[in-house]
């Protein structure tokens, strides 16, 4: 049985020297929590919760506590989380009063027939399963506050320049954060989390929390997490056209890069994206500037802002 192993990505996009720390750090303790649980004999689900918690608890990142805000000045936050061991996934989108999403997309998952809740059912539906429910002003920083302000004076919704190849303003960032692992089982699962972009219409669903999008775990081939801009990544459903091309002769490594190319060459799209197989492969890739990242397993960690490949 191949060793467990832990991949997490904080986001792919310019990210400024000043914070490139605060992100190395981010995806380390990150990666650290979904390794504790998998030290501990927990399954790869919740290897990557675990994780992904820590990063929306991370106000470096655009997910939970420091998302993006909306053009009406609130956090909407999107997660899913899916088991590649039997194809189970939940999903919740445009939720306000949820310090985590990927917990509550783990109750959807666990506890109803139903894959996907959004807004004020999803927060209903994880209170009257356990979770706590928040006023969101508690997600909101003063630091999203000035930039909601700048973005609204200027009255744009763009894709930022990050996604287009140049590094472009540092307001215009980009954290979309997720994970994928492999138990001592064999299983693998993946989760990603999200506060969007900046200035997003009220209601909008990015890729993040979209099954076969910006997630998707089958033990048939391999569990995927993606980030950038999410609209050409919704077109191509991105994430399960990576998985589905993991075969025991193409390697997560090799497919990686492939993914990201054909999202550049298909829709000029921008992003990264990891991915892991049962066989605890890895393939790690994006097109832009940077991307922070980090992996744990028995034998070794290691962590970084990944340039791209040339």
């Not at 053009?71 to 997660?79: F, I, K, N, S, T």
């Not at 445009?94 to 996907?116: D, G, I, T």
Request: some cysteine; hydrophobic content about 40%; proline content about 4%.
């Amino acid at each position: 049985m191949p060793s467990p192993i832990i991949v997490v990505h904080g986001g792919a996009w310019a990210i400024p020297d000043e914070v490139c720390q605060a992100h190395q750090q981010g995806v380390e303790r990150a990666a650290a929590a979904g390794w504790r649980a998998l030290e501990r004999g927990a399954t790869s689900l919740d290897a990557v919760e675990d994780a992904v918690a820590a990063m929306e608890d991370d106000e470096t990142f655009d997910a939970g506590r420091g998302a993006f805000l909306n053009r009406d000045g609130r956090v909407q936050l999107d997660a899913l989380i899916m088991d590649g061991a039997n194809l189970k996934a939940g999903g919740v989108g445009c939720v306000e009063r949820l310090l985590n999403p990927v917990r509550a997309a783990r109750v959807v998952l666990e506890k109803s027939p139903h894959l996907y809740f959004v807004a004020e059912g999803a927060e209903r539906f994880a209170s009257e399963n356990g979770l706590r429910l928040i006023d969101n002003s508690e997600l909101i920083l003063p630091r999203e506050i000035e930039r909601w302000k700048s973005a609204a004076e200027q009255r744009y919704l763009k894709v930022p320049e990050e996604f287009r190849g140049g590094r472009g303003s540092h307001d215009d960032s980009h954290d979309t954060v997720g994970a994928v692992a492999l138990d001592r089982h064999g299983n693998i699962a993946a989760a990603t989390s999200t506060g969007g972009t900046l200035n997003k219409a009220p209601g909008r669903v990015g890729d993040s929390s979209l099954i076969g999008c910006g997630c998707y775990a089958d033990n048939d081939t391999a569990a995927a997490s993606t980030t950038g801009w999410g609209e050409p990544m919704m077109k191509l459903v991105l994430a399960k056209w990576a998985t589905d091309r993991v075969t025991a002769d193409v390697a997560p490594e090799q497919v990686a890069p492939a993914t990201i190319h054909y999202l550049y060459r298909r829709l000029n799209g921008q992003g990264g994206i990891i991915l892991l197989d049962c066989e605890g492969r890895v393939g790690i890739a994006h097109n832009t500037p940077r991307m922070a990242w980090a992996w744990c397993s028995q034998s070794a960690s290691q962590s970084g802002l990944r340039f791209p490949a040339s």
